[in-house]
């Protein structure tokens, strides 16, 4: 039955070439600040930031790569994706996701159709958001030709879990922002599936639960989700609503989460919360924004908060 609580599995996409040339500008930045001339590489790539287009849908960069390898592996070894009941894998068109998804939990949609990577089974509705208009080499990705994890039920590609657009960061489309992780919501909630696995971005997740910090790239969390809870929310919230609180910017204040509650703040984070991972803080993370995750006050809908698996590079076989 779609009334029972899920369990739902968010993966953050491996770092992109755009993670590593915003990584290469911060350090470059740095460095000046201190009089220290930036090194040849950091300027190359910050320079590359210049062409805005391919840093919207970027490839996962070579550190990208090695992180989905070694999470591939932990992952398979641990049976992860069957021992965990996962029944429907949902990823971002958006490269970097599609990518992580495929090498992490041998689920992708196929390019070819952008429908369901189920052999025997129809594939997915225009109306699910499926899309296959990225620019994607299908000779050059492996993750192209699509792919289904033997114990998964169904695979999907799902544009409303794209990342945050430049126009949604501007004040008078973060409505547009909101009310699509709203739809995800729905959607979500409306899928027969118990257990779910989301592979998308950083930026979405920390909105989506109202959280200060970012998930790490190839980061696996999980959560309980409430159906009933997010239909009871949807029914009571206003576009009017969405619109005044995201708007000013000034996250949740009053103490409510969700998006009608000022949930999605209009900052893209401090420093703490660079869109980049570290090699720092291995292992299984058990607090967040400075509280234990038991003690996170997440929105309404959304329970549990756990986490899973982290990358490390100094991780041995």
Known sequence: STATTKTVYLIRHAESEENRRLGSLKSSVKGLCRLKIP????VVASMELLNV???IDSDVSPKG?????QLGKRIAKDDFVRNMGIEL??????KRARQTSFGMLQCATPVETGFDANSDSAGVDNND??????????NNDPSAKGAKHPSVKRVIELELLEERTPKEWLPTHFSTYANRIQQFELWLSEQPESVVAIVGHSQYFRSMLGLKSKFHNVDVWSLEFDPEEIR?????????????????????????????KGRINSNKGNEEDEDRATDGGVGIVTELDGKPLGE????PGWNKLKHHYRYDS???E
């Open 39 to 42: 090194r040849k590489e950091d």
């Open 232 to 260: 009871r929310r949807r029914n009571t919230n206003t576009s009017c609503d969405i619109d005044n609180d995201i708007g000013s910017g000034d996250g949740d204040s009053d103490g409510q989460k969700g998006v009608s």
């Open 314 to 316: 100094k991780y041995t």
């Open 65 to 69: 790569q090695q992180q989905i390898e």
């Open 53 to 55: 287009s391919a840093q």
């Open 89 to 94: 894998v949902a990823h971002s068109p958006l």
């Open 129 to 138: 958001n499926s899309s296959n208009i990225y620019n994607i080499n299908i």
């Open 296 to 299: 996170i006050d997440l929105p």
